[in-house]
């Protein structure tokens, strides 16, 4: 990952954000994070068609050797924060946890094939871990994650298109778990700081 920090509250300019905005906003009117994620999904679909919203250039160029996490938006009423993420050709994520936090995942670009995991047993620092399904998510679909049902890897497959998606989490999220595969269906856990990378 990149060393560059997150500023306190990030507010990256782009055509249509005010929209963007008012549009999480709303969804968070809907109840429990079932209504709120399903509500954002929504309107995630929809603002992916919408022409007066096109996210911030900087999104769309890849960063060598890790995926980029750009945090273009946090509210300072709601706690929310909005980060986009570029996928260059293979890259992607082990099997992570989104440390306890809601998240709802539209792709604005690309595809990306998401594997979500169900946690079998745990020991230590060590967890077992069942694949319980998958999916390959492309340009204008949206996705939510709500704990305990966290555990997922993604992964851009294409050999030659860059993809981009962009996540809505409850909190920022500054860390989270990683995990290792040792044997069988076993993986090591290890905690993992998240740095945003530049937005210029």
């Known amino acids: 990952m990149s060393q560059h920090p997150a500023p306190v509250f990030p507010d990256v300019a782009f055509p249509g954000r005010e929209r963007l905005v008012a549009a999480i906003d709303a969804a968070l009117a809907a109840g429990d994070a079932h209504a709120v994620t399903a509500t954002l999904r929504t309107a995630m679909c929809r603002l992916i068609r919408d022409p007066a919203v096109e996210l911030p250039a900087c999104v769309h160029a890849p960063v060598e050797g890790h995926y980029a ?17 570029t996928w260059a050709p293979g890259q992607g994520t082990p099997i992570h946890d989104h440390d306890g936090l809601w998240c709802v ?20 620092d060590r967890a077992r871990f069942r694949a319980a399904g998958g999916m390959q998510a492309g340009t204008g679909s949206a996705g939510s994650l709500i704990p305990p049902h966290e555990y997922h890897t993604i992964h851009n497959a294409s050999p030659d298109a860059v993809a981009v998606s ?3 989490y409850q909190a920022p999220i500054e860390h989270c778990a990683r995990y290792r595969p040792l044997d069988d269906d076993w993986y090591q856990r290890f905690d993992d700081a998240l740095p945003a990378d530049a937005t210029d």
């Open 105 to 124: 995942e539209g792709i604005w670009r690309g595809a990306l094939e998401i594997t979500q995991y169900e946690l079998l047993d745990s020991a230590g």
């Open 69 to 85: 996490r750009r945090e273009l938006y946090r509210s300072p009423a709601h706690g929310y924060s909005v980060v986009a993420m």
């Open 166 to 168: 962009l996540h809505v």
